[in-house]
């Protein structure tokens, strides 16, 4: 599941109804619940690109540096390097500037984003029974009890 979908989905879980306190308190664990697993599949798979990113960047400085075997890069799909093998003090530029390195970088920061917005939300669920129990009050002052 995307960001946009959470995004949607969590604008429609995060509504309390006014009329139905009692059934939106008893709503937190299962919202608690969903998106914890969200959060915790989210947090398995920015782990799990970031470990990507960091094996693809070795092969990348293997790549550059010519030490690459014919098999290792026939397995990559990639051809020999034809460049001069670039200084120590060179090979981040390079590395930055890599397409497939590029592209490992903006699926972190998408992991990122999407994990901290499911932080955000469990924030707010934590504070759900909080707002709960504040508008039961409110309703219980307003009728004078």
């Not at 915790?40 to 990348?60: C, D, S, Y």
């Not at 540096?65 to 990639?78: C, Q």
Request: with cysteine.
């Amino acid at each position: 599941m995307g960001l946009e979908e959470l995004q949607e989905e969590w604008a429609k879980d995060c509504a309390i109804d006014d009329d139905h306190l009692d059934r939106e308190s008893t709503r937190t664990p299962n919202l608690h619940s969903k998106y914890l697993n969200h959060l915790i599949k989210h947090k398995m798979l920015l782990a799990k690109t970031k470990g990507e990113h960091n094996h693809l960047r070795t092969k990348k400085f293997r790549y550059y540096r010519g030490e690459m075997s014919r098999d290792e890069l026939s397995n990559a799909g990639w051809e020999q390097w034809q460049g001069l093998k670039p200084l120590k003090n060179e090979m981040n530029e390079f590395l930055e500037g890599d397409n497939d390195l590029i592209q490992t970088s903006m699926k972190i920061e998408y992991y990122q984003g999407i994990v901290d917005f499911l932080e955000s939300v469990m924030r707010a669920i934590g504070s759900r029974d909080w707002q709960i129990r504040n508008a039961i009050q409110w309703k219980q002052f307003i009728s004078g009890a």
